[in-house]
Nanobody, 119 residues
Framework: QVQLVESGGGLVQAGGSLRLSCAAS????????MGWFRQAPGKEREFVAA????GSADSVKGRFTISRDNAKSTVYLQMNSLKPEDTAVYYC????????????????WGQGTQVTVSS
């Protein structure tokens, strides 16, 4: 019912920055918790950052910050000081649950955008 489309991924050198975007469909974007996860080959999908419908934000890495623009139905992930170990497919997710820190808290997922960080 909710469609999410990520963009902004690409190839960047170590130490560089990228800003990922996730555009959501519908008029109820402001009611959703939004999260970013990533998955590298052979590894489990892991939490990166999230922001609740009320604006409370959390991030595993201080180099990454999440924000949202409800007027544009878009959530962003600003990634600074990128390292090769940040290489992964980054996924946007949406949910309406009481928590938003693990995969099971989310009901809708985008297709992902590839981020590759070279040394």
């Amino acid at each position: 019912q909710v469609q999410l489309v990520e963009s902004g991924g690409g190839l960047v050198q170590a130490g560089g920055s990228l800003r990922l975007s996730c555009a959501a469909s519908g008029r109820t974007f402001s009611s959703y918790n939004m999260g970013w996860f990533r998955q590298a080959p052979g590894k489990e999908r892991e939490f990166v950052a999230a922001i609740s419908w009320s604006g409370s934000a959390d991030s595993v890495k201080g180099r990454f910050t999440i924000s949202r623009d409800n007027a544009k139905s878009t959530v962003y992930l600003q990634m600074n000081s990128l390292k090769p170990e940040d290489t992964a497919v980054y996924y946007c997710a949406a949910g309406r649950r009481s928590h938003f820190l693990v995969k099971n808290d989310y009901d809708y997922w985008g297709q992902g955008t590839q981020v590759t960080v070279s040394s």
